[in-house]
């Protein structure tokens, strides 16, 4: 199965495969700043695929918070938030946010509060090496 979404104008293209069904898909609502003011719901898979596609990566690059480490991929025209990218050992890792994919009403489970604020960075890293679907950016000029 794969999950279309993306931002409000359209510069921003997400999909989301796996071969889980959205209903057992775990939702995460991380409470830190950024995700709660986006009310952004996460999900990954790490045997699926995310990839991004976009004409251009934003001038200056993406918003990056915290250890500074994570391209969250927010639109640099409609500011819509459709997830969230790290390089950990020369590999790409992502979440999506389920609210910016077409299918996001199917993602039905409880989501779970998660607050990462205590983790260290090689902490952080490794749960995302675990956790995070396998990604990558196609930079697709128009
Ligand atoms: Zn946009």
Known sequence: MTYQGGC????????FTTEKAATELPLRACQCMFCRRHGALTT?????????TVAEVPA???YRFGI???????????GVYVGAHVE????????VNTRALEQAREFTQGPTAMD?????????LARRARIWSPARVRVQPR
């Open 88 to 95: 950990v050992g020369g590999e790409g890792r992502a979440v």
């Open 8 to 15: 409000h104008c359209g510069r921003l293209q997400v999909s």
């Open 116 to 124: 990462y604020g205590d983790e260290t960075r090689e902490g952080r």
């Open 44 to 52: 990954s898979d790490p045997e699926g695929e995310v990839v991004l």
């Open 68 to 78: 500074g480490v994570t391209d969250f991929w927010v639109c640099p025209g409609c």
């Open 60 to 62: 200056g690059g993406w």
